[in-house]
């Protein structure tokens, strides 16, 4: 496609409930970041793909929080049992190598209530 | 301290001046640096990169790069009202793509 693809564009979870949160990169794109971002403040690092494989999940803030990629295109972050303070819009972004610009998709915005 | 630091603001300029964003960052083998635009409730947009030191020019936007510093900048010449937006610095350190936590920006018409 021409651009990153993310879907939902808006998501509203109980609290408990289970979301996932998918991601389509620009075609061809090796490099997959997440990214979450809270309001008023910069995106934060969750996770980073190259191809299928999952190079850095350090970001991730706990062990509900899962991304995978099994073919190197699509990526899908899901968390479990959402909690509130999971509230934020997910970024995704894509680019063809590590150390290239990358662009974001429109994110995920998730409320959890 | 932070990977990424920038001054949250806000910043603001009349229109048609200058105005001057800085970032500094951490890790001084980082090659490569990035400057975002984020409206409100949008994603970041890819506005410029710089990869070796001093200045790099690309119409209204000059990004400059010291890396003995470990500074980078960004000047918007003759600002206009739509270049008021959040404005984030992201540097790739190691396998990671730091990002700033933005500075917001306001031109005053």
């Known amino acids: 496609g021409a651009g990153v693809s993310q879907s939902p564009r808006y998501k509203v979870a109980k609290r408990g409930q289970d979301v996932a949160l998918r991601c389509d990169p620009i075609?061809?794109?090796?490099?997959l970041f997440w990214y979450q971002q809270a309001l008023g403040q910069g995106p934060e690092f969750l996770t980073y793909f190259q191809n299928e494989a999952q190079l850095d999940k350090s970001g991730l803030p706990s062990d509900r929080f899962f991304a995978e990629r099994p073919e190197g295109s699509v990526s899908t972050l899901k968390i479990q049992r959402t909690q509130q303070e999971d509230s934020a819009v997910y970024l995704c972004?894509?680019?063809?190598?590590?150390?290239?610009?990358?662009?974001f998709g429109s994110g995920t915005r998730l409320t959890v209530v | 301290q932070k990977e990424v630091e920038q001054n949250s603001g806000p910043l603001s300029v009349p229109e048609g001046a200058i105005a001057s964003l800085n970032c500094t960052y951490s890790d001084r083998g980082s090659q490569s640096f990035f400057w975002y635009r984020q409206y409100s409730g949008k994603s970041p947009e890819l506005i410029m990169s710089?990869?070796?030191?001093g200045d790099k020019e690309d119409g209204r936007f000059t990004a400059q790069l010291n890396k003995a510093s470990q500074y980078v900048s960004l000047l918007i010449r003759d600002s206009q009202p739509s270049d008021s937006a959040t404005y984030l610095c992201?540097?790739?350190?190691?396998?990671?793509?730091?990002f700033g936590t933005g500075t917001s920006l306001t031109v005053i018409p």
């Open positions: 972004a894509s680019s063809l190598a590590s150390n290239y610009g990358y662009t």
């Open positions: 075609s061809g794109h090796v490099s």
């Open positions: 710089i990869y070796s030191n």
């Open positions: 992201a540097v790739i350190m190691g396998n990671q793509f730091y």
